[in-house]
């Protein structure tokens, strides 16, 4: 009667413990709600699956990227990061079987004449229900061979969402890997961009300086002539100073770009090749957008996210699954004698144990509960981490498809100031020397027509690197 209500109280535990689920965090909710489009425009194939060589065509940049995906030391923790996760996959991957173990013992006892042990070993060597083999000496030597097993049954899946984890967490360490593979791509490609207008802007700032110098040689002419005064040669070589000062700053910028780039690529700063055209750069601009619900196969940190909320999921299920009872089953079995020369005998030195329990935690309770509310902590912050990822996707494709937009429009607008004011110098230096401007008129025409050029170079930048968003916020690069 009593083994009957033990038993009925065994499955009313069984059914308590089934009934008591574990609330999952799924990414449904989030991907359902993203919008339908980025634009007025849709396009139902994205260029996110575009390798990354057919998007830059710069012969020198392709060279520097292959050379920063072989060596760039972040990458490199990436990959050893990924063998980290793989070999706790590899631990995990067995958990649930059984552990076997080969066991090779002796020990020694020796037992006092005045104890229990003592007395019953001595008797055996007088009882005349045994032989002698199996009289038992003092001290009594113990020699054991054979195998061992220990094997936790995985009633309730806590071992099954262990192994979850790790294999959630194993594909989340290798996504992220390829984000860090389409961050350094749009990081070498943007620095290059940089570089490259950092030349050109040294470039224009050589043209107007000798505009600069001609100026003041006009107005030198023009003093000793004396339609000019000193006035007029002070500021002019402000100007000239100060355009002298702005190159020696774009160099040192493109000292420190240059720097960085070598960094990228894992190597020490030294001269880097580039096309000196710099009008003539071109990405590829014909990429399309795709529909937002691309973003979650195609990005990365969303993929990395996604499955960390995966192995956050597996870690709740299993800390609640270990406030049930554990049945756990141990068996040995081998030879064993006190007799090393007895061992082979069989059957008589064959010996085996089995035992098995269902254990319960009673006292560590508070332990699991803390260990619980710290695995449902880290849950909700993978499910945040995943809806932020998701929304920061869509606001960066957002933010460059507009900017590429109104980039041109403004690059269009200020080539034609860029146009006209260059045609400004040279009308107020004729009218300076026909009397009908003052030298004020000069430096106001050089000191904008300078701006307009740079600020021109900046757009014409604006557009690439907002190109090169796109295509890193679409996701592409890594694949």
Same mark, same amino acid.
């Given at each position: 009667?009593?083994?009957?209500?033990?038993?009925?109280?065994?499955?009313?535990?069984?059914?308590?413990?089934?009934?008591?689920?574990?609330? *999952?965090?799924?990414?449904?909710?989030?991907?359902?709600?993203?919008?339908?489009?980025? $634009?007025?425009?849709?396009?139902?194939?994205? +260029?996110?699956?575009?390798?990354?060589?057919?998007?830059?065509?710069?012969?020198?940049?392709? +060279?520097?990227?292959?050379?920063?995906?072989?060596?760039?030391f972040?990458?490199? =923790?990436?990959?050893?990061?990924?063998?980290?996760?793989?070999?706790?996959? @590899?631990?995990?991957?067995?958990?649930?079987?059984? &552990?076997?173990?080969?066991?090779?013992?002796f020990?020694?006892?020796?037992?006092?004449d005045?104890?229990?042990?003592?007395v019953? !070993?001595?008797?055996?060597?007088?009882?005349?229900?045994?032989?002698?083999?199996?009289?038992?000496?003092?001290?009594?030597?113990?020699?054991?061979?054979?195998?061992?097993? $220990?094997?936790?049954?995985?009633?309730?899946?806590?071992?099954?969402?262990?192994?979850?984890s790790?294999?959630?967490?194993?594909?989340?360490?290798?996504?992220?890997?390829?984000?860090?593979?389409?961050?350094?791509?749009?990081?070498?490609?943007?620095?290059?961009?940089?570089?490259?207008?950092?030349?050109?802007?040294?470039?224009?700032?050589?043209?107007n300086?000798?505009?600069?110098?001609?100026?003041?040689?006009?107005?030198?002419?023009?003093?000793?002539?004396?339609?000019?005064?000193?006035?007029?040669?002070?500021?002019?070589?402000?100007?000239?100073?100060?355009?002298?000062?702005?190159?020696?700053?774009?160099? *040192?910028?493109?000292i420190?770009?240059?720097?960085?780039?070598?960094?990228?690529?894992?190597?020490?700063p030294?001269?880097?090749?580039?096309?000196?055209?710099?009008?003539? *750069? @071109?990405?590829?601009?014909?990429?399309?957008?795709?529909?937002?619900?691309?973003?979650?196969?195609?990005?990365? &940190?969303?993929? *990395?996210?996604?499955?960390?909320?995966?192995? $956050?999921?597996?870690?709740?299920?299993?800390?609640?699954?270990?406030?049930?009872?554990?049945?756990? =089953?141990?068996?040995?079995?081998?030879?064993?004698?006190?007799?090393?020369?007895?061992?082979?005998?069989?059957?008589?030195?064959?010996?085996?144990?089995?035992?098995?329990?269902?254990?319960?935690?009673?006292?560590?309770?508070?332990?699991? @509960?803390?260990?619980?509310?710290?695995?449902?902590s880290?849950?909700?912050?993978a499910?945040?981490?995943?809806?932020?990822?998701?929304?920061?996707?869509?606001?960066?494709?957002?933010?460059?498809? !507009?900017?590429?937009?109104?980039?041109?429009?403004?690059?269009?607008?200020?080539?034609?100031?860029?146009?006209?004011?260059?045609k400004?110098? +040279?009308?107020?230096?004729?009218?300076?020397?026909?009397?009908?401007?003052?030298?004020?008129?000069?430096?106001? $025409?050089?000191?904008?027509?300078?701006?307009?050029?740079?600020?021109?170079? !900046?757009?014409?930048?604006?557009?690439?690197?907002?190109?090169?968003?796109?295509?890193?916020?679409?996701?592409?690069?890594?694949?």
């Amino acid at each position: 009667m009593l083994k009957f209500k033990i038993y009925n109280l065994f499955l009313v535990l069984i059914i308590f413990f089934a009934s008591c689920k574990t609330k *999952q965090l799924q990414t449904d909710t989030i991907n359902n709600n993203l919008p339908k489009k980025f $634009s007025d425009s849709t396009n139902s194939l994205s +260029s996110s699956n575009l390798k990354w060589k057919e998007f830059y065509f710069d012969p020198n940049l392709v +060279s520097l990227i292959d050379t920063a995906l072989k060596n760039n030391f972040d990458l490199k =923790i990436a990959l050893q990061k990924i063998e980290t996760y793989r070999a706790v996959l @590899k631990t995990n991957k067995g958990i649930r079987l059984p &552990d076997l173990g080969v066991n090779a013992a002796f020990g020694q006892r020796k037992f006092g004449d005045y104890t229990m042990d003592g007395v019953g !070993n001595y008797d055996t060597q007088f009882s005349t229900n045994i032989n002698n083999k199996q009289q038992i000496p003092n001290p009594l030597p113990d020699y054991n061979v054979g195998f061992q097993t $220990s094997w936790e049954i995985d009633l309730w899946g806590k071992l099954k969402n262990k192994k979850k984890s790790a294999a959630s967490k194993f594909i989340a360490s290798q996504y992220g890997k390829d984000l860090i593979v389409t961050n350094l791509i749009a990081e070498v490609a943007t620095a290059y961009y940089e570089l490259i207008a950092y030349d050109e802007e040294v470039q224009i700032l050589n043209e107007n300086i000798e505009l600069q110098k001609n100026a003041i040689e006009m107005v030198l002419a023009q003093k000793e002539a004396g339609k000019a005064n000193e006035l007029a040669i002070e500021l002019m070589t402000a100007q000239l100073l100060n355009s002298k000062t702005i190159k020696a700053e774009i160099e *040192q910028l493109t000292i420190e770009t240059i720097s960085n780039i070598n960094f990228l690529c894992g190597t020490y700063p030294y001269n880097l090749n580039r096309d000196t055209n710099y009008l003539a *750069q @071109k990405i590829n601009n014909a990429i399309v957008t795709g529909i937002p619900s691309d973003l979650i196969n195609n990005r990365a &940190d969303i993929k *990395q996210a996604e499955f960390e909320l995966k192995a $956050s999921n597996a870690d709740v299920k299993s800390a609640k699954a270990a406030f049930y009872p554990s049945l756990n =089953i141990n068996a040995l079995i081998g030879l064993q004698s006190f007799n090393a020369l007895l061992l082979t005998e069989l059957p008589a030195s064959l010996a085996y144990n089995t035992i098995g329990g269902l254990t319960a935690p009673l006292l560590n309770r508070r332990k699991l @509960k803390g260990e619980l509310m710290a695995a449902e902590s880290e849950q909700k912050q993978a499910y945040i981490n995943y809806e932020r990822n998701v929304v920061n996707a869509f606001k960066e494709v957002y933010v460059a498809v !507009n900017n590429i937009k109104n980039s041109k429009v403004m690059y269009e607008l200020k080539k034609e100031e860029v146009d006209l004011l260059k045609k400004s110098i +040279s009308t107020s230096s004729e009218l300076f020397r026909a009397g009908r401007a003052n030298y004020l008129e000069i430096i106001t $025409s050089q000191k904008n027509s300078l701006h307009s050029q740079i600020e021109l170079i !900046n757009l014409f930048k604006r557009q690439n690197i907002s190109l090169i968003n796109l295509y890193k916020a679409l996701g592409g690069g890594w694949k």
